[in-house]
């Protein structure tokens, strides 16, 4: 059974980003919430950058079973509800075609692109994610 996991900050933020090598930069403060299945990481989330509003978000999934509708839930949930968030920045190289199609899916609208904003040298596409937009996301009602 795939579930999130909590409190391996450290070990989750390794794991992700010995996929992504052009990273240069530290991530420093920032939160790791691990996907496994069972006792197995099959993924990762990063949120670093976190402001009173935003945070940026590094998503890494072995195979796509690692991320299914209920972890996709659980991820919004605490992206809006606990931390508060009005919006997700979510950074998706241009010929990535399937990560496109994965923040798009999401929910996840194209803002623009950083020009040398992927590793110094190629650009980045900017996408935002708001809580009225995220397809895997209910907003609490109020009494």
């Given at each position: 059974?795939?579930?999130?996991v909590?409190?391996?900050?450290?070990?989750?933020?390794?794991?992700?980003?010995?996929?992504?090598?052009?990273?240069?930069h530290?991530?420093?403060?920032?939160?790791?919430?691990?996907?496994?299945?069972?006792?197995?990481?099959?993924?990762?989330?990063?949120?670093?950058?976190?402001?009173?509003?935003?945070?940026?978000?590094?998503?890494?999934?072995?195979?796509?079973?690692?991320?299914?509708?209920?972890?996709?839930?659980?991820?919004?949930?605490?992206?809006?509800?606990?931390?508060?968030?009005?919006?997700?920045?979510?950074?998706?190289?241009?010929?990535?075609k399937?990560?496109?199609?994965?923040?798009?899916?999401?929910?996840?609208?194209?803002?623009?692109?950083?020009?040398?904003?992927?590793?110094?040298?190629?650009?980045?596409?900017?996408?935002?994610?708001?809580?009225?937009?995220?397809?895997?996301?209910?907003?609490?009602?109020?009494?």
């Open positions: 059974m795939v579930h999130l909590w409190g391996l900050d450290e070990a989750v933020c390794e794991y992700v980003k010995k996929a992504f090598p052009h990273m240069t530290p991530w420093v403060d920032c939160e790791g919430i691990g996907i496994a299945d069972g006792n197995k990481l099959v993924g990762g989330i990063v949120v670093e950058m976190l402001t009173t509003f935003d945070a940026s978000v590094t998503l890494l999934m072995d195979t796509p079973r690692s991320c299914n509708k209920s972890i996709l839930m659980d991820w919004n949930k605490h992206m809006f509800d606990t931390l508060k968030l009005s919006r997700v920045t979510l950074e998706v190289h241009p010929k990535n399937k990560s496109r199609r994965f923040v798009e899916g999401l929910g996840a609208k194209l803002e623009g692109k950083k020009r040398k904003g992927y590793d110094g040298h190629r650009p980045v596409l900017i996408y935002g994610l708001l809580p009225e937009e995220a397809r895997f996301y209910e907003i609490p009602q109020t009494a």
